[in-house]
């Protein structure tokens, strides 16, 4: 990599790497599996980065050419001069990102409505089940008119089967 290319790469590393949620994401797992792969990947992540940062950010040493003139002789070495001078490494052209960046933005917003609509069911359910447990401290003492004043869906029921005549055979 030229120079200034991984100087630059080594940037943009950077700023992903502190653009990056990572507590926040992590919240968001449930099984051990799941935090054991978040865990490799973030390791990962940090690996990389890290090498972006040491080895591919740093200036390569330039060549001493007058060095190898004495040792080795003026045509010799001019024309390594001339053949490494003449090397173009190409600039990299990112195709990647803009194909999958919308993709990727859309997952997200799906993953916030699904967490959205996760939390609405949770309380839902921690709802439904404090109210199973209360009737279960109250079963042996409740009459039939307290259970159907909670239950007014299945007074009506019930109602409704013994005006039709309906004793369920």
Sequence with gaps: ?????????????????K????????????????????????????????????KFSQEPQPIDWEFYRRGIG???VDVYKEAYESIEIPKYVDTVTPEYKPKFDALVVELKEAEQ???????????EIAEVQEMK???ST????????????????????????????
């Design 117 to 127: 609509k996760s939390l609405k069911e949770s309380e839902r359910l921690e709802k």
């Design 74 to 76: 003026s045509k010799l």
């Design 19 to 54: 653009a990056i949620d990572w507590d926040g994401m992590a919240k968001l797992l449930v099984s051990d599996e799941a935090r054991k792969e978040f865990a490799n990947l973030r390791r990962a992540f940090d690996d990389v980065n890290q090498q972006l940062q040491t």
């Design 142 to 169: 409740m009459t039939a008119e307290e259970y159907f004043a909670k239950h007014p869906e299945l007074k009506k029921k019930f109602d409704d089967e013994i005006r039709n005549d309906y004793w369920g055979y």
């Design 137 to 139: 401290k109250k079963i």
């Design 1 to 17: 990599m030229s120079g200034n290319g991984a100087k630059k790469v080594a940037e943009v590393a950077t700023k992903a790497g």
